[in-house]
């Protein structure tokens, strides 16, 4: 044998020692991920994971897989931190190397409502099954998830308050530590929480966002259904994608997949047959929060009689339908948000409001129930039911078409009064770009005044909502002080800012109580005194008298009215306070 052939044969020798140790190696990471079966499948789809499971679960992942990386980031108001759980192929975490890489990133959220646990458990078996390769997460896809968001609901357990749901035996509770609904909090953030997830956001910058829950939706034989962020609203390029592409192919693999799928039934009772519409995920909710930066955003709704480890396992498949669809058309999703940021720079006109366009709808065939009444055993009185015994299969309309109402334009620039820091530090959470007055300036502004609304009178989420806002506007002078806050809209998140800072917006920051301390008179007067100051306010401004006296002819109540005349001398004299109803956040329009 020459010495060629033996340099030969010890190099296959060695390829072989070194195939041996590598698949050796592997095989380990794959029996071990193998053995890291769930509470959901140790019970046979009967239980959900507690919060400790369930993080217990990804540590050991992440201790297995170098393409597992947790990252803690922020606080619960439970007192538990959160913890990011990353899936990257080539084990690269950090955002800025993922756009160099022209990565799509995804983020799932789980455990919003602890109730609704599907979602805990399908992620941490879809994350398994990658790491032992009995699943293929693309290269060119990084998969976020959130474990359980509602940290302090996970911990709060039971088996009695989700009475409408089949399973799991027991769950978390829908309020977090504050009682706070954590999916109505993404904009007003009053919980540590919410501050935490926008901190999360902004660092990852997905391209793509799934939010897992259970319906208590009306009755019907799917066992998923899904919200998908209303289009129209979510910017020209994405909104035609995700209408005509993105969605209709999620339905098509979940058919494919042994789970056909219907948009979120969006009512508690009533008869299917007639249709629905869409529901409207207004920017309180994660998908409207989300879609406010052009994010792809989703809601799985799992239906609540369905049990609870066929639940589980559409949520998989969903994902799963997900990350195909992201992964063959990244190139395309990373375009359509690109171009819809770049279009909001220079649009001037956003709409506030939405409203369904009754005179547009899609057809789509349901599988449904028949709706039927008898009486009930409690009440006596007819109750509704759905009968199983008599299933169809009909085309019912779909009203998914929205109109946008009430445009604003959009100013060059908003300025706002460093006393307002609550506010101020919400934009600072969501990466508003913002710089501060070097000096006081007297500058022309374009003010609010709220002319009008209506205060709820139940609180909703820590709050008495204002709603019906009406407001009129003017130019006028005003003294901003070293310090204050200048923002400009020239930035991706314009439309994020816009929708927060307009009054009449549904989730504003005056929607959300954040202002109200404008809505209450500081200094008024006493009416014996102010009689004296009136005469001769009124003595030198005659024109003011004029108006006093045609209100008085043109109402008949005002002028038996000696206190509501003085008001308004008071209110059209320099001796009203200006601030009292004026919007606190000023805008410059260029012309």
Known sequence: MNHNNKLLILAKILFMRKFVLFTSILFVIQVDAQKLATPFENSNGLETSTYFQCMNFYKQLDQQSKQVSIKVMGMSDAGYPYHLVLYSSDAKFEPSVWRRQNKLVILVINGIHPGEPDGVDASMLLLRDAVAGKIKIPDNIVLAIIPIYNIGGALNRNSYSRVNQDGPVSYGFRGNSQ???????????????????????????PDVQLDNHVSDGADHQYTMTLITTQWNKLGEASG?????????????????????????????????EKGWEEFYDSPRYSSGYAALFHVFSFISETHMLKPFKDRVRSTYSLMQSIIEFSSQHAREIHEKRKYDIQHDLVQTDFDLKWKVDGSRFDSILFKGYAAKYKTSEITGHPRLYYDHQMPFEKNV????????????????????????????????????????????????VETYHIDSFKSGSIPYEKHHRNEGVKISKKLQRIQFLEGDYIIPTNQPAKRFLIEMLEPESNDSYF????????????????????????????????????????????DSAFAKDPSAQLEFIYRNSPYYEPAHMRYPVFRIVRQ
Not at 179 to 203: C, M
Not at 413 to 423: A, K, S, T
Not at 529 to 546: C, F, I, M
């Open 511 to 554: 929607s959300w109580n954040f202002f109200d301390a404008i809505l209450q008179q500081k200094e008024s007067y006493s009416n014996y005194r102010w009689e004296d100051v009136a005469v001769a306010y009124v003595g030198r401004h005659p024109e003011l008298k004029k108006q006093l006296e045609e209100k008085k002819n043109a």
């Open 397 to 444: 309309k779909y009203f998914n078409y929205y109109k946008g109402y009430d445009p604003v334009i959009s100013p060059e620039v908003y300025i706002i009064p460093q006393g307002w820091h609550d506010v101020i530090d919400l934009l600072k959470l969501n990466e508003v770009e913002m710089s501060r007055l070097p000096k006081d300036t007297l500058m022309e």
């Open 240 to 272: 035609n994608f995700i209408h005509n592409q993105f969605q209709p192919a999620l339905y098509k693999s979940m058919a494919s997949k042994g789970w056909p799928m219907c948009p979120y039934v969006n009512f508690e009772e009533g008869d299917t």
């Open 179 to 205: 009682n706070l609904d954590l999916n109505r909090d993404f904009t007003k953030n009053d919980s540590r929480d919410a501050k935490s997830f926008a901190t999360i956001f902004h660092w990852l910058n």
